[in-house]
DNA sequence: ACTTTTAATCGTATATCTACGATATTAGAT
DNA sequence: ATCTAATATCGTAGATATACGATTAAAAGT
């Protein structure tokens, strides 16, 4: 691939596109879900509830947790994961402000 | 890997995901943004502004045309691009109501 | 101390994405 | 008819994503 062409875009454009990747698996999406759903948050139910096997799951979770929507922390032998509701205010208001954007610039089309 | 189990999951939420992944790339942002701005919408205006080779270009669009977020018409030798605004309409409804899905489920985290 | 439970990480195979140059295609210009 | 310009597509290389089983790590239970 060369080099990727990432870096050479707005920082804002790039801050959403790391949001949209985070929710571009649907097995994340249900993850969300699930979290949201449950005040437990344990990593286990959610096991349960996916169709993947547990390190598939841990992995979705690491994904989440590096794009900021997702918080972990460790209780014991086991993981409690919750969603981190503020930043993921922020990704909302971050991809508001693009279709915005996108709506005000609007021009008739050929 | 086995076989995608993207399937596996509800319409909703594998619909959601497209449009995620059709966003997660800030090239793709950033023609969405040129496509809003430009009544005009021809493809090499689009290559111009972007720092990446036309064969690259294409390729994103192709993928925002797939997933239904831009129409691309020929007209003689040139391309005219737009934004489909009826569907990013549906897109952002999809994604809103994500959002207040989450919220209205929302428990009280560990 | 030993075993069990829970979750993370490693190793790995395959799929998909990203990027480019080269080539093909097709309409317009000469 | 030939040449030029604009795009799309092909081929390809390397990066990243997706999925799983196996292993590891660490706390809890016996």
Request: charged fraction near 25%.
């Amino acid at each position: 691939m060369a080099i990727s062409k990432k870096t050479e875009f707005t920082n804002k454009e790039q801050h959403i596109a790391t949001v949209a990747k985070a929710l571009s698996h649907p097995a994340r999406i249900a993850i969300l879900k699930a979290l949201a759903m449950r005040g437990t948050c344990i990593c286990g139910e959610i096991v349960e509830v996916l169709p993947l096997a547990q390190s598939t799951v841990s992995q979705h979770l690491k994904e989440l947790k590096e794009a900021g929507l997702v918080t972990g922390e460790v209780e014991g032998t086991r993981s409690c994961y919750c969603i981190d509701w503020d930043v993921l205010g922020k990704a909302w208001a971050l991809l508001r402000s693009l279709v915005e954007e996108l709506e005000t610039s609007r021009k008739k089309c050929c």
